[in-house]
């Protein structure tokens, strides 16, 4: 099963969703913003070392720093650039927003169902 970093700062939503994925026997891990995901994927400041998730669950509108500026510099950085990202956003309609983003690899609405998620993430896993 898949490593995955959950990034919203929601946090009934982070708790339903690690729920889902872990019942599914993903790993789950979860930071609140943008800039703890740099700080933790070792993309800000840099950390060769950081243990890369298998998949990045990805929220757009967060605090301190949002999901697209996060996925920019996800995509800029050589180490971290291929790592399959599923945006997640109760927005409505972003995908325009990540076009050149190639590692964007499905997009996600809030509310979700929870089979939705865990199909979702299960075909992306199953891909890397």
């Known amino acids: 099963m898949a490593k995955i970093l959950i990034v919203d700062d929601e946090e009934h939503i982070v708790a339903l969703m690690r729920f889902i994925l872990e019942k599914s026997g993903h790993t789950v891990s979860s930071v609140g913003n943008g800039q703890e995901a740099l700080r933790v994927l070792g993309v800000d400041p840099v950390d060769g070392s950081a243990v890369l998730p ?71 896993a199953a891909g890397k």
């Open 54 to 124: 298998d998949l990045l669950v990805l929220d757009v509108m967060m605090p301190i720093m949002d999901g697209y500026t996060a996925a920019v510099a996800i995509k800029n950085c050589p180490r971290t650039a291929a790592l399959p990202l599923l945006v997640v956003t109760a927005k409505g309609d972003v995908r325009h927003l990540f076009e050149a983003i190639p590692s964007v690899a499905g997009f996600f609405e809030k509310p979700f169902d929870p089979k939705d998620l865990r199909e979702a993430v299960s075909k992306i």
